[in-house]
Antibody, heavy 123, light 109 residues
Framework: QLQLQESGPGLVKPSETLSLTCTVS??????????WGWIRQPPGKGLEWIAT???????YYNPSLKSRVTISEDTSKNQFSLKLSSVTAADTAVYYC???????????????WGQGTLVAVSS | DIQMTQSPSTLSASVGDRVTITCRAS??????LAWYQQKPGKAPKLLIY???SLDSGVPLRFSGSGSGTEFTLTISSLQPDDFATYYC???????????FGPGTKVDIK
């Protein structure tokens, strides 16, 4: 059973870079059957897709965040990561990592989710 | 970009009720629509993909329909475990980005 676990600082200062890591267990981030992504949810609000990466290195970004976001993967650690630069209070949210299982549902819908990690942006 | 709306924003219902939630896209997305259920403090759970395909393990009381710009999620007989917030998600293409609807909260009447 695929499992995902987010990790990273719970507090980031304004204008700095938010960095999160998702550790995958139960399969490989190098698998050709998954796309890996990040989604966030501000407190009390809805969901916002941030970015997705495929094992080939192809990356896809939310156009509204693209200038500040980088998604990458580390196959040696079976992890993928998110960096969001120049953060403001509006970036305060629960950040989820997720996987899309292509053969089962689609490469675009999130079948597997981490538990989420709250990141607050404050000085 | 593609905008998603959902109605109603909140729905009060009783156990056993038939519940319908509507999701609309600002342009045609064919059948590229998913539905998720989220409970407080938990990650969303995929219920339906490609507008009407039930994900594995999802109870048969859930169903989805629609294409183009209008979609519905129906719960045929609401159960206590179904009180949650439901989100639709369009996934027409990665290049255009994915967007979620604002959510519909189903609470106890």
């Amino acid at each position: 059973q695929l499992q995902l676990q987010e990790s990273g600082p719970g507090l980031v200062k304004p204008s700095e870079t938010l960095s999160l890591t998702c550790t995958v267990s139960g399969d490989s981030v190098s698998s050709d059957t998954y796309y890996w992504g990040w989604i966030r949810q501000p407190p009390g609000k809805g969901l916002e897709w941030i970015a997705t990466i495929y094992y080939t290195g192809s990356t896809y970004y939310n156009p509204s965040l693209k200038s500040r976001v980088t998604i990458s993967e580390d196959t040696s650690k079976n992890q993928f990561s998110l960096k969001l630069s120049s953060v403001t209070a509006a970036d305060t949210a629960v950040y989820y990592c997720a996987g899309c299982h292509c053969p089962v549902t689609s490469c675009y819908t999130f079948d597997y989710w981490g538990q989420g990690t709250l990141v607050a942006v404050s000085s | 970009d593609i905008q998603m709306t959902q109605s109603p924003s909140t729905l009060s219902a009783s156990v056993g009720d038939r519940v319908t939630i509507t999701c609309r896209a600002s342009q045609s997305i064919s059948s590229w629509l998913a539905w998720y259920q989220q409970k407080p403090g938990k990650a969303p759970k995929l219920l339906i993909y490609k507008a009407s395909s039930l994900d594995s393990g999802v109870p048969l009381r859930f169903s989805g329909s629609g294409s183009g710009t209008e979609f519905t999620l129906t719960i045929s007989s609401l159960q206590p475990d179904d009180f949650a917030t439901y989100y639709c998600q369009q996934y027409k293409s990665y290049s255009e980005g994915f967007t979620f609807g604002p959510g519909t909260k189903v609470d106890i009447k």
